[in-house]
């Protein structure tokens, strides 16, 4: 990618580059319930969406700045009856426009068009390889659906990409997940393992799997990687919480990534909005330019300023900019410190405690034992419950 | 699963999920795919945008040697046809 030379600004904050990458979570609706959900727990407080009319505003207004990849999510964004309009006004303006989708009312006709829309690319997600954990864990009955829905992806010429959320209670599946998605076809399958911010941050104790458990999956999926070799394409990261140094979390806030969520707030990652103390200005009253160059919010961890020890005089700091700010806060309460993850961390023991709690005997059965805290379940009823 | 072989008959064109397109905010050919983007040299974007699917390697090649002014660049297009094949971001149809 091009560096773009830095001006500085009247703050201490270096002017970015183009917002490249544009997140639209079109909705919060969503059919199903997944408790490793990153959307925020308090989603059910989010009323008026945007309307057909403001999405296609702030397409235009990236698109003229330089966005080049839109990731069209939720929620389910099959959930909007206006996701043709979005997907072919995105198209025609240049966007390489991919749909992140459970599937779930993903017919043959809006398929169909999607694909005249100028649709590039679809990621369907699956939460097991059986049906009756992939139901229970995305609380809904949905597998056999979405096996239906992956076999009309190829239909319509489309790459089959499946993404396979991985945590505690399915990681022991791995082979199960990659045989699936061999019969189904794919052609690239994510192993993604879960981020524990939203609801995933909630059930954390019950999803984070163990250090054993994450290794036997690696294994597993190295063999079986060499069996298919390039036929079908595995990606699997190792889960943050089993590493030693943090991600370099959305390459640095504010630097190329924007989410606009359903209510029209910009955020410079999707789960930003709960950093304490930052007014993220909303596209009814702000342009791209002015949110994405201007806005207080958006400059607030832009370059090291912002920096605390043991990252403001790291060497490694310009490689993952002290890791995911979100994660720093929910483990930390201080967004400004390092990601826990980082063993120069002086928190690095929020992370590793975590861990070692994992190291527990595996549930027998999917449904948590009855001194377990039971898994709570991505629902605007829940949503309410946690936050009347 | 070897690339396909090739030869100057071949008709190559973009991979499936790829898609190539001028960029003017890069200044540059950029092909783009989920969540990422490679942004091509001049020769390279010269390459691909003539890869329809319908056209030869023989003939895009001609193409190029008029185009440019230039001769003997048939090893150079195999060669960068031959790593595009490898990389998915073209297809033989």
């Given at each position: 990618m091009a560096e773009n030379p830095v001006n500085v600004q009247a703050g201490s904050a270096p002017r970015p580059g183009p917002p490249l990458w544009l997140l639209l979570e079109l909705t919060y609706r969503c059919p199903l319930h997944c408790a490793f959900c990153y959307n925020p727990t308090d989603f059910a407080r989010t009323t008026a969406e945007l309307d057909t009319d403001e999405w296609l505003r702030v397409l235009r207004e990236a698109r003229a700045l330089g966005a080049v990849q839109l990731g069209l999510s939720g929620g389910e964004p099959l959930a909007r009856d206006d996701l043709e309009p979005i997907v072919t006004e995105a198209h025609r303006l240049g966007f390489y426009t991919n749909l992140i989708t459970s599937g779930v009312g993903l017919t043959e006709a809006r398929l169909k068009a999607l694909k005249q829309g100028g649709l590039d690319h679809i990621q369907l997600s699956f939460q097991d390889s059986t049906q009756k954990m992939n139901d229970f864990l995305s609380s809904t009955r949905t597998f056999d659906l979405k096996s239906k829905v992956a076999a009309l992806i190829k239909q319509y010429d489309y790459p089959m990409v499946l993404n396979v959320v991985l945590h505690r209670l399915n990681i022991d599946h791995v082979e199960e997940i990659l045989e699936m998605a061999l019969k189904l076809g794919a052609d690239y399958v994510e192993l993604a393992n879960t981020q524990y911010y939203g609801w995933a941050w909630h059930n954390r104790e019950q999803l984070l799997p163990s250090l054993h458990q994450v290794r036997r999956a690696e294994q597993t999926m190295q063999r079986f990687r060499e069996r298919v070799g390039r036929q079908m394409q595995i990606y699997f990261v190792v889960?943050?919480?089993?590493?030693?140094?943090?991600?370099?979390?959305?390459?640095?806030?504010?630097?190329?990534?924007?989410?606009?969520?359903?209510?029209?707030?910009?955020?410079?990652?999707?789960?930003?909005?709960?950093?304490?103390?930052?007014?993220?200005?909303?596209?009814?009253?702000?342009?791209?330019?002015?949110?994405?160059?201007?806005?207080?919010?958006?400059?607030?961890?832009?370059?090291?300023?912002?920096?605390?020890?043991?990252?403001?005089s790291c060497p490694e700091k310009t490689r993952d900019f002290g890791g995911c700010r979100c994660q720093a806060y929910l483990l930390t309460?201080?967004?400004?410190?390092?990601?826990?993850v980082c063993d120069l961390s002086p928190h690095h023991h929020l992370v590793t405690e975590a861990v070692a709690r994992a190291d527990r005997p595996e549930p027998a059965s999917p449904r948590p034992a009855a001194e377990e805290k039971p898994l709570v379940f991505r629902s605007p009823r829940n949503s309410s419950t946690l936050f009347p | 699963m070897n690339a396909p072989l090739i030869d100057a008959t071949s008709r190559p064109q973009?991979?499936?999920?790829?898609?190539?397109?001028?960029?003017?905010?890069?200044?540059?050919?950029?092909?783009?795919?989920?969540?990422?983007?490679?942004?091509?040299?001049?020769?390279a974007g010269e390459i691909l945008k003539r890869c329809d699917g319908a056209t030869t390697i023989a003939d895009i090649t001609a193409d190029l040697e008029r185009v440019f002014a230039a001769s003997n660049l048939t090893d150079d297009v195999m060669r960068f046809v031959t790593m595009a094949l490898e990389k998915k971001w073209l297809r033989i149809p």
């Amino acid at each position: 990618m091009a560096e773009n030379p830095v001006n500085v600004q009247a703050g201490s904050a270096p002017r970015p580059g183009p917002p490249l990458w544009l997140l639209l979570e079109l909705t919060y609706r969503c059919p199903l319930h997944c408790a490793f959900c990153y959307n925020p727990t308090d989603f059910a407080r989010t009323t008026a969406e945007l309307d057909t009319d403001e999405w296609l505003r702030v397409l235009r207004e990236a698109r003229a700045l330089g966005a080049v990849q839109l990731g069209l999510s939720g929620g389910e964004p099959l959930a909007r009856d206006d996701l043709e309009p979005i997907v072919t006004e995105a198209h025609r303006l240049g966007f390489y426009t991919n749909l992140i989708t459970s599937g779930v009312g993903l017919t043959e006709a809006r398929l169909k068009a999607l694909k005249q829309g100028g649709l590039d690319h679809i990621q369907l997600s699956f939460q097991d390889s059986t049906q009756k954990m992939n139901d229970f864990l995305s609380s809904t009955r949905t597998f056999d659906l979405k096996s239906k829905v992956a076999a009309l992806i190829k239909q319509y010429d489309y790459p089959m990409v499946l993404n396979v959320v991985l945590h505690r209670l399915n990681i022991d599946h791995v082979e199960e997940i990659l045989e699936m998605a061999l019969k189904l076809g794919a052609d690239y399958v994510e192993l993604a393992n879960t981020q524990y911010y939203g609801w995933a941050w909630h059930n954390r104790e019950q999803l984070l799997p163990s250090l054993h458990q994450v290794r036997r999956a690696e294994q597993t999926m190295q063999r079986f990687r060499e069996r298919v070799g390039r036929q079908m394409q595995i990606y699997f990261v190792v889960p943050d919480y089993f590493e030693r140094r943090p991600k370099a979390c959305m390459n640095g806030l504010g630097s190329i990534f924007l989410t606009i969520a359903p209510d029209g707030t910009a955020l410079p990652c999707h789960a930003a909005r709960m950093l304490p103390g930052l007014q993220f200005p909303n596209v009814r009253g702000a342009s791209i330019r002015e949110i994405w160059y201007d806005s207080a919010s958006f400059n607030h961890f832009r370059g090291d300023e912002w920096m605390k020890e043991p990252c403001r005089s790291c060497p490694e700091k310009t490689r993952d900019f002290g890791g995911c700010r979100c994660q720093a806060y929910l483990l930390t309460g201080d967004a400004a410190n390092a990601d826990p993850v980082c063993d120069l961390s002086p928190h690095h023991h929020l992370v590793t405690e975590a861990v070692a709690r994992a190291d527990r005997p595996e549930p027998a059965s999917p449904r948590p034992a009855a001194e377990e805290k039971p898994l709570v379940f991505r629902s605007p009823r829940n949503s309410s419950t946690l936050f009347p | 699963m070897n690339a396909p072989l090739i030869d100057a008959t071949s008709r190559p064109q973009v991979g499936r999920g790829f898609r190539l397109q001028w960029e003017a905010a890069q200044n540059a050919h950029v092909l783009l795919y989920p969540e990422g983007m490679i942004k091509l040299n001049g020769s390279a974007g010269e390459i691909l945008k003539r890869c329809d699917g319908a056209t030869t390697i023989a003939d895009i090649t001609a193409d190029l040697e008029r185009v440019f002014a230039a001769s003997n660049l048939t090893d150079d297009v195999m060669r960068f046809v031959t790593m595009a094949l490898e990389k998915k971001w073209l297809r033989i149809p």
